[in-house]
């Protein structure tokens, strides 16, 4: 996981409410072997509607997914995580996220920023009428920012959490900054115990 302290970019609004996990990658897309090509899957179902927001051109390059409440709800799978992610995005914004895909999220470097339902509501709407509104999500604040409508608002992040995307630790990693007391400890057990 690489580090990440602030996302800046653009948004693509996902005007949908109670987005399961199945809906972002598809249940035929879990049988990859590899980790890698999952953004073909995401929303694949909707794609083929030619007026679903991700195959409009005016959100080429958007970076920052603004989902409606209850985003990532369902059965639990990484690779939804994966599939948002592979497709360009950093950040997922929505008023509530489904808890297992929030944790997934974290552990992958998708940062999800919960905000209220109002000014969810309120951003999807800015950002359907300008595509080029800028948010700034800053991770060691806690603060998304949008300065062309004069916005910034904090959203929750666990102090965990927030350490582990400004160090950019997933499991291993937070595992290895321990790694002087998990030999410290090996060094005391009793030796027919230790490693070899």
Sequence with gaps: M?????????????????????????SDWLKRVERTGFEKGLFSEWRDDKDFV?????????????????????????HAVWAIQQAGFDAVISPRFGPIF???STKNGLVPVEIETTIAEELMRQVQIDPNLYFVIDIAKRTLEIAQIGLVVDFPLESSIQDRFLKGL???GITLEHTEAIETFEKQRNSWLQRQ
């Design 2 to 26: 690489k580090p990440v302290s602030i996302i800046e970019g653009t948004a693509v609004p996902l005007d949908r409410s109670d987005v399961d996990t199945d809906q972002i990658i598809p």
């Design 54 to 78: 991700l195959n409009n051109d005016v959100y080429l390059g958007a970076n920052i997914l603004l989902a409606g409440p209850n985003f990532g709800t369902g059965s639990s799978r990484e």
């Design 102 to 104: 929030k944790n997934n």
């Design 170 to 172: 997933d499991d291993i």
